[in-house]
């Protein structure tokens, strides 16, 4: 079974502060694919970010990072710089090699304060 | 960019009457999904469809609810007897492939707001 822990439930930050929100995830597979979506105030899901597992090599877009560890079965993301318009809730999910369904994580809600 | 349409935003129906949800996912993509989310909680999978016939379902996706592609280019959803706690937002996704995901992962619907009074 696959499962997805995002231990933080909520942040608050000020600002222009960096923030990591924390991705764990649990798979008997050895191939596949973790996400990153976020969901704002409105309610629809944005698409953030894809990474097999493969590819363990960071990214960097912008303001946002991701810092993909297999050996901890991590995948965090950091926002550098925070702004309020980041404020929404993110969830970290994760879809195994066999099947196309998304393993979604409890998600994040982030409030950055200005 | 493609987007995934979702109609309504918002319905309310009462306990008991049959709703239908309804998408149309991107064009040329040949997978597509409902996903649930019960108010404050996380986004949960009910069933993809692939090739006019349901390709996984979860638990969740009892006989209460079926899906449809009744032409080429709609994806309903279609809860026959609503309960209480059916109220969510329902979200449609399309993908383009089976095998590795799509460039662009699944693409999520605006989502509908569903209200079982």
């Known amino acids: 079974a696959q499962k997805v822990t995002q231990a933080q439930t909520e942040i608050s930050v000020v600002e222009k502060e960096d923030v990591t929100l924390d991705c764990v995830y649990e798979?008997?597979?050895?191939?596949?694919?973790l996400f990153w979506y976020k969901q704002p105030p409105s309610g629809e899901l944005v698409f953030l970010i894809r990474?097999?597992?493969?590819?363990?090599q960071n990214e960097i877009s912008g303001r946002y990072s991701w810092n993909f560890q297999k050996s901890t079965s991590s995948f965090n993301f950091t926002i550098t710089a925070s702004q309020v318009v980041d404020s929404a809730v993110y969830f970290c999910?994760?879809?195994?090699?066999?099947?196309?369904?998304?393993?979604f994580g409890g998600g994040t809600r982030l409030m950055v304060k200005p | 960019e493609p987007e995934v349409t979702q109609t309504p935003s918002h319905q309310v129906t009462q306990m008991g009457q049959e709703v239908i949800l309804r998408c149309v996912p991107i064009?040329?993509?040949?997978?597509f999904y409902w996903y649930r989310q019960i108010l404050g909680q996380k986004v949960e999978f009910l069933v993809s469809?692939?090739?006019?016939?349901?390709?996984?379902k979860s638990e969740i996706f009892d006989d209460q609810f079926s899906v449809e592609r009744p032409d080429g280019s709609n994806f309903t959803l279609k809860i026959r007897s609503t309960k209480l706690e059916d109220s969510a937002m329902y979200f449609c996704?399309?993908?383009?492939?089976?095998?590795?995901?799509?460039?662009?992962?699944?693409?999520f619907g605006s989502g509908t707001r569903l209200t079982v009074v």
């Open positions: 996704a399309s993908s383009g492939s089976m095998g590795p995901p799509s460039l662009y992962g699944y693409t």
């Open positions: 798979t008997r597979d050895t191939t596949y694919y």
């Open positions: 990474r097999n597992s493969f590819d363990e």
């Open positions: 999910a994760l879809r195994g090699g066999a099947g196309n369904m998304l393993t």
């Open positions: 064009s040329n993509h040949l997978y």
């Open positions: 469809f692939y090739n006019n016939e349901i390709s996984e």
